[in-house]
Nanobody, 124 residues
Framework: QVQLVESGGGLVQAGGSLRLSCAAS????????MGWFRQAPGKEREFVAAITWSGLSTNYADSVKGRFTISRDNVKNMVYLQMNNLKPEDTAVYYCAARSSRWPHLSSNEYEYWGLGTQVTVSS
């Protein structure tokens, strides 16, 4: 099993940056693909970014491509989401997720483990 705890959310002005962190515990972390998802009020949870177990391959939603960067540190059991040039439409609760596979997936249904989320609010 994998336990996940997100941190780093907050309130930021449009154009600003935030770095989200996800601390993972559990012996299977190194073999798990990781993803970030977000959910805005009244909307469904959506894919943001994902990374393979090795960190060598990443995927991004079109809406964040070029602005967000996902990375991981398998020694520290951490996953990060660097978010630059934030926009008001990025406002949401951001969730870290782990998959019992080395390879990521774009669907939230394919991830077995979830954190409780961290709020990101971008003001205009």
């Amino acid at each position: 099993q994998v336990q996940l705890v997100e941190s780093g959310g907050g309130l930021v002005q449009a154009g600003g940056s935030l770095r989200l962190s996800c601390a993972a515990s559990g012996r299977t972390f190194v073999n798990s693909a990781m993803g970030w998802f977000r959910q805005a009020p009244g909307k469904e949870r959506e894919f943001v970014a994902a990374i393979t177990w090795s960190g060598l391959s990443t995927n991004y939603a079109d809406s964040v491509k070029g602005r967000f960067t996902i990375s991981r540190d398998n020694v520290k059991n951490m996953v990060y989401l660097q978010m630059n040039n934030l926009k008001p439409e990025d406002t949401a609760v951001y969730y870290c997720a782990a998959r019992s596979s080395r390879w990521p997936h774009l669907s939230s249904n394919e991830y077995e483990y979830w954190g409780l989320g961290t709020q990101v609010t971008v003001s205009s």
